[in-house]
């Protein structure tokens, strides 16, 4: 074992070990799920108005280029969330999780004032799209350093048998998020005309989104702190104890959710794919949007529910591999049909599925690192493969249906990424009942 390995572990021996970890009662469970809803609220609802987005910030004589630069700047917040994940989720492991979220939730504060409050291209030309791209940046930053002391606090707060339950909150809020994001999405889209949707309606949901931050800040600030001895270790000690010793855990994290990050976020592009690809009129168009964020919610709980009571690992695999086998019919027969019924079935069916894996996946991954480097390894590996994957996807999928004239395209990204992944889920071990505190 490598010297600052061994360091690392002394120190971690010499600090005070804590009691048992405190329970997490209701009010910790909705200050953890409130304050990472409000942040993919925010973040979820730049994608759901990319099209009017290009539109005031990238003008050009082709809406697919405006779409395009739009799509590209929601990639560019996807940049900083790497860093977010390394830096913010070695700060969780190093100071406490509560800290860690008090600063990331601040942080995409900051960027939703950038992008609500912005003027247009219109009217302050070029550094309009500089200061889009740069609170996209902190929000990207913010959601990177996010997911990691987020699920660790539901883990490690959890009784016994019930770690997927709690964990599975964290996806239940991005449902929920997702939910309210098509809710304001459809009743801007029913009550203003397509012109006021375009020139301001779409600022409307961010502005709303800031109006509950004072709420989140006040719920994460009477979060209990998880983190065993916080102080006794440096960040840089915390990543080097993560790479020496955890390696093989963070290849594989990279993989499951890459295949569930792929799959996630052609579900958000289909409000996006009704409106340019199947030709639907906005308030048709929001109802995936809408679709998606209910079955989220239910089925993220099921998820975690079931995980706890048959395992992790088939849990992930078993509606990973049933996507494998629909995706490609769903998407024919969405095409064909052209329906808001088959939009919304498409959405559900993959949103459900997805969504299942999903929470027994981050149970998974959350287990398999220990307490002292849980909130970085899980950061790194989910924001690494979200930077990667979740930024690249919809401007990949919007460019190849483009380029090719083929709207079936996002079924074959999904397929390929799954194979990969599905082979990964195997590999994880199964720690439903192991002891977070050995």
Same mark, same amino acid.
Not at 124 to 130: K, L, S, T, Y
Not at 212 to 234: A, D, F, N, Q
Not at 371 to 387: F, P
């Given at each position: 074992?490598?010297?600052?390995?061994?360091?690392?572990?002394?120190?971690?021996?010499?600090?005070?070990?804590?009691?048992?970890?405190? !329970?997490?009662?209701?009010?910790?469970?909705? *200050?953890?799920?409130?304050?990472?809803?409000?942040?993919?609220?925010?973040?979820?609802?730049?994608?759901?108005?990319?099209?009017?987005?290009?539109?005031?910030?990238?003008?050009?004589?082709? *809406?697919?280029?405006?779409?395009?630069?739009?799509?590209?700047?929601?990639?560019?917040?996807?940049?900083?969330?790497?860093?977010?994940?390394?830096?913010?989720?070695?700060?969780?492991?190093?100071?406490?999780?509560?800290?860690?979220?008090?600063?990331?939730?601040?942080?995409? !504060?900051?960027?939703?004032?950038?992008?609500?409050?912005?003027? $247009?291209?219109?009217?302050?030309?070029?550094?309009?799209?500089?200061?889009?791209?740069?609170?996209?940046?902190?929000?990207?930053?913010?959601?990177?350093?996010?997911?990691?002391?987020?699920?660790?606090?539901?883990?490690?707060?959890?009784?016994?048998?019930?770690?997927?339950?709690?964990?599975?909150?964290?996806?239940?809020?991005?449902?929920?998020?997702?939910?309210?994001?098509?809710?304001?999405?459809?009743?801007?889209?029913?009550?203003?005309?397509?012109?006021?949707?375009?020139?301001?309606?779409?600022?409307?949901?961010?502005?709303?989104?800031?109006?509950?931050?004072?709420?989140?800040?006040?719920?994460?600030?009477?979060?209990?702190?998880?983190?065993?001895?916080?102080?006794?270790?440096?960040?840089?000690?915390?990543?080097?104890?993560?790479?020496?010793?955890?390696?093989?855990?963070?290849?594989?994290?990279?993989?499951?959710?890459?295949?569930?990050?792929?799959?996630?976020?052609?579900?958000?592009?289909?409000?996006?794919?009704?409106?340019?690809?199947?030709?639907?009129?906005?308030?048709?168009?929001?109802?995936?949007?809408?679709?998606?964020?209910?079955?989220?919610?239910?089925?993220?709980?099921?998820?975690?529910?079931?995980?706890?009571?048959?395992?992790?690992?088939?849990?992930?695999?078993?509606?990973?591999?049933?996507?494998?086998?629909?995706?490609?019919?769903?998407?024919?027969?969405?095409?064909?049909?052209?329906?808001?019924?088959?939009?919304?079935?498409?959405?559900?069916?993959?949103?459900?599925?997805?969504?299942?894996?999903?929470?027994?996946?981050? *149970?998974?991954?959350?287990?398999?690192?220990?307490?002292?480097?849980? $909130?970085?390894?899980?950061?790194?590996?989910?924001?690494?493969?979200?930077?990667?994957?979740?930024?690249?996807?919809?401007?990949?999928?919007?460019?190849?249906?483009?380029?090719?004239?083929?709207?079936?395209?996002?079924?074959?990204?999904?397929?390929? $990424?799954?194979?990969?992944?599905?082979?990964?889920?195997?590999?994880?071990?199964?720690?439903?009942?192991?002891?977070?505190?050995?």
């Amino acid at each position: 074992m490598a010297h600052g390995t061994m360091q690392v572990q002394g120190e971690l021996l010499a600090g005070t070990r804590p009691g048992p970890m405190p !329970t997490l009662g209701r009010g910790a469970v909705v *200050a953890t799920v409130a304050g990472n809803a409000l942040e993919f609220y925010d973040f979820l609802t730049y994608s759901a108005f990319s099209v009017y987005i290009g539109k005031a910030f990238f003008p050009s004589g082709s *809406a697919l280029a405006s779409l395009l630069l739009s799509l590209a700047t929601f990639g560019v917040g996807f940049c900083t969330r790497p860093l977010g994940g390394v830096l913010i989720g070695a700060y969780a492991d190093r100071a406490g999780r509560r800290p860690a979220l008090m600063l990331t939730i601040s942080l995409i !504060t900051v960027g939703t004032l950038g992008l609500a409050l912005t003027p $247009s291209y219109a009217s302050i030309g070029v550094a309009a799209p500089i200061i889009l791209v740069i609170s996209r940046l902190l929000q990207g930053l913010a959601l990177g350093g996010e997911v990691g002391p987020a699920t660790a606090v539901l883990l490690e707060c959890a009784p016994p048998g019930r770690r997927g339950a709690l964990v599975s909150w964290q996806g239940a809020s991005q449902g929920m998020a997702i939910l309210a994001s098509g809710a304001a999405g459809v009743a801007v889209s029913l009550l203003l005309t397509k012109e006021q949707l375009a020139d301001w309606g779409w600022r409307l949901p961010f502005l709303l989104g800031l109006a509950l931050v004072p709420v989140g800040i006040y719920l994460r600030s009477k979060l209990p702190e998880t983190l065993e001895s916080p102080g006794t270790r440096s960040g840089s000690q915390v990543l080097r104890l993560l790479w020496n010793d955890y390696r093989r855990q963070l290849l594989l994290g990279l993989l499951i959710i890459m295949c569930l990050t792929i799959s996630t976020f052609i579900t958000n592009y289909m409000t996006t794919f009704a409106l340019v690809t199947l030709g639907m009129p906005p308030a048709q168009a929001m109802l995936a949007t809408l679709a998606q964020g209910v079955c989220m919610i239910f089925a993220a709980l099921g998820g975690g529910m079931w995980s706890d009571r048959y395992g992790r690992r088939i849990v992930m695999v078993m509606p990973r591999a049933l996507i494998v086998v629909a995706i490609y019919p769903a998407f024919l027969l969405l095409v064909a049909v052209r329906t808001p019924w088959a939009l919304v079935a498409v959405t559900s069916g993959l949103a459900i599925l997805t969504s299942i894996s999903t929470a027994a996946a981050l *149970a998974a991954l959350a287990e398999v690192f220990p307490n002292h480097v849980r $909130s970085a390894g899980l950061a790194t590996s989910y924001a690494l493969s979200v930077a990667v994957f979740g930024g690249s996807t919809q401007f990949v999928i919007a460019w190849l249906i483009g380029a090719t004239g083929n709207p079936l395209s996002p079924a074959y990204y999904v397929i390929v $990424s799954s194979v990969i992944g599905l082979w990964a889920m195997a590999k994880l071990p199964e720690n439903r009942k192991s002891d977070l505190s050995s």
